[in-house]
């Protein structure tokens, strides 16, 4: 049942890639150009092809076994074998956007005076009031910080 699971991953992966050079870039890079020449859109560099070299982040699909494939999107990295950027494409995310959120989360933390490791979430004012690091906003902080470690 696995090597079925995966075949069909593998057909699902090309398709998305076939439809992407047939029907979404080649539009695209039709109307950039329509729309710098007839300067409906304004670019900083004179030269459309420039911005023609996009990155089209298709729906990822999911792992049979997510422990596992987990723990080697964890490893991979470390070991040289991938980048962050690789595998956040392959899952369908956009590694930028997943850094802006991140970041994001960290300055709503400090805000909040929450601290903000890996995947825990501690209050610096604990002690002082018991109140400070419980709640939603710190659900939220540690959502933001575990999504991102995945």
């Known amino acids: 049942m696995l090597v079925g699971l995966l075949i069909e991953c593998e ?10 050079a047939s029907f979404l870039q080649p539009p695209y890079v039709r109307w950039l150009e329509a729309a710098t020449l007839s300067s409906a859109l304004e670019l900083p560099r004179a030269d459309w092809r420039e911005y023609a070299a996009v990155k089209w982040v298709p729906r990822g699909l999911p792992w049979a076994d997510p422990q ?3 723990q080697a ?4 990295p470390h070991l ?4 962050r950027q690789r595998l956040r494409r392959e899952r ?9 959120e991140l970041r994001q989360g960290r300055e709503m933390a400090a ?4 601290e903000i490791n890996g995947a825990t979430v501690a209050a610096k004012t ?3 009031d018991p109140g400070v ?7 939220d902080a540690g959502a933001d910080s575990a999504d991102g470690a995945r």
């Open 11 to 20: 057909t699902w992966r090309k398709l998305q890639d076939l439809w992407i």
């Open 68 to 70: 596992s494939d987990g």
């Open 73 to 76: 999107s964890e490893a991979e």
């Open 80 to 83: 040289g074998l991938t980048s």
């Open 92 to 100: 369908g995310r956009d590694f930028a956007v997943i850094l802006d």
């Open 111 to 114: 805000e909040a005076s929450v």
């Open 126 to 128: 604990a002690a002082a």
């Open 133 to 139: 690091g419980g709640g939603a906003a710190a659900a």
